[in-house]
């Protein structure tokens, strides 16, 4: 979704969607900028807390 998935390990297809984002920035840019905004809508300090709040209730409820 926010950008081209490549095998670390095949350096010939890591360089090729190297070589993609260069010759052709802009659908790289849009991905980034739909990233960034999940990123700040999903790990604000409140959000984490209620995260962080779910998973201790739930892990509580399994030492009753």
Excluded: H, Q
């Excluded at 659908?27 to 962080?52: D, F, G, Q």
């Amino acid at each position: 979704k926010y950008g081209a998935l490549v095998n670390p390990a095949d350096p010939t297809v890591l360089a090729e969607a190297a070589i993609d984002i260069i010759a052709n920035p802009a659908p790289a840019l849009v991905k980034l900028k739909e990233a960034r905004a999940t990123v700040l809508k999903r790990y604000t300090k409140e959000e984490s807390a209620r995260r962080y709040a779910n998973l201790y209730l739930r892990l509580a409820e399994n030492f009753r």
